[in-house]
């Protein structure tokens, strides 16, 4: 087994993707890492996209320059209606979604790299494409 602190180390963005895809088996454990992930009050409103036709491929890259010619990507979101709100120092109650997803996504990205598959953090999107 991997040592959990030298593999945390040895992690690194890989900008440069080959053309193949994931393997079903380690995409399958992949998102079981983003599974069960902790999150606030375990209300779990994360929702993963597995993005792998050509078509959902070129629709991601057409609202971020940072796909780095990748086969596939998974676009990890959240459920404002699900995620728990911190009620307790605000009026409004400050979502705990986007550090739901975040912790989700982290999960997974170490998952792969233990699995031997490098992957690239992206949190730049042209928001006015997507509407």
């Known amino acids: 087994m991997t040592d959990f602190l030298e593999l945390c180390k040895a992690r690194y963005?890989?900008?440069?993707?080959?053309?193949?895809?994931?393997?079903?088996?380690?995409?399958?454990?992949?998102?079981?890492?983003?599974?069960?992930?902790?999150?606030?009050?375990?209300?779990?409103?994360?929702?993963?996209?597995?993005?792998?036709?050509?078509?959902?491929?070129?629709?991601?890259?057409?609202?971020?320059?940072?796909?780095?010619h990748a086969p596939q990507a998974l676009l990890v979101c959240y459920d404002e209606n699900i995620c728990w709100k911190n009620h307790k120092h605000e009026e409004d109650g400050h979502s705990a979604g986007e550090m739901d997803a975040t912790i989700v996504l982290t999960q997974m990205m170490l998952q792969a790299w233990e699995l031997g598959i490098g992957s690239c953090w992206v949190c730049s999107f042209d928001f006015k494409a997507t509407r």
């Open 13 to 68: 963005s890989v900008r440069s993707f080959s053309d193949r895809k994931v393997e079903p088996e380690k995409l399958e454990k992949i998102l079981e890492a983003g599974r069960v992930a902790p999150t606030a009050v375990n209300f779990q409103p994360q929702v993963i996209y597995v993005l792998q036709s050509p078509d959902a491929v070129a629709k991601m890259a057409s609202v971020t320059p940072y796909m780095f």
